[in-house]
């Protein structure tokens, strides 16, 4: 069965950083482009970040709201994908989760994502 598994979520202050982990069971995990998404309360599931795979040299993509400041790797013998968040703001205040996608290109659609983690909470505050 296939498992996401995120950690490093917690409270910040506005400014402030945290590092989103997220360990993956799937043996193809270096052909699947990862994705992170947020839902922050009342709001919709929003795209964060996506990084390919190999193929399409680990390119990544992120949000308008969050380029700049975040910045998504991956590292494939670990099968785990990050998250650095960066100059965080208290609108960041959400659920993150991680996603992968079968496929090795991008995607900021959640419909295009095939598996994804339970979330981790993080809360900015002033």
């Known amino acids: 069965q296939v498992q996401l598994v995120e950690s490093g979520g917690g409270s910040v202050q506005a400014g402030g950083s945290l590092r989103l982990s997220c360990a993956a069971s799937l043996d193809t995990f270096s052909r699947l482009a990862m994705g992170w998404f947020r839902r922050a309360p009342g709001n919709e599931r929003e795209f964060v970040a996506c990084i390919t795979t190999i193929t399409y040299c680990y390119s990544e993509y992120y949000s308008d709201l969050v380029k700049g400041r975040f910045t998504i790797s991956r590292d494939d013998a670990k099968n785990s994908v990050f998250l650095q968040m960066n100059s965080l703001k208290l609108e960041d205040t959400a659920v993150y989760f991680c996603?992968?996608?079968?496929?090795?290109?991008?995607?900021?659609?959640?419909?295009?994502?095939?598996?994804w983690g339970q979330g981790t909470q993080v809360t900015v505050s002033s």
């Open positions: 996603a992968a996608r079968d496929g090795s290109t991008w995607s900021n659609s959640r419909d295009e994502y095939d598996y």
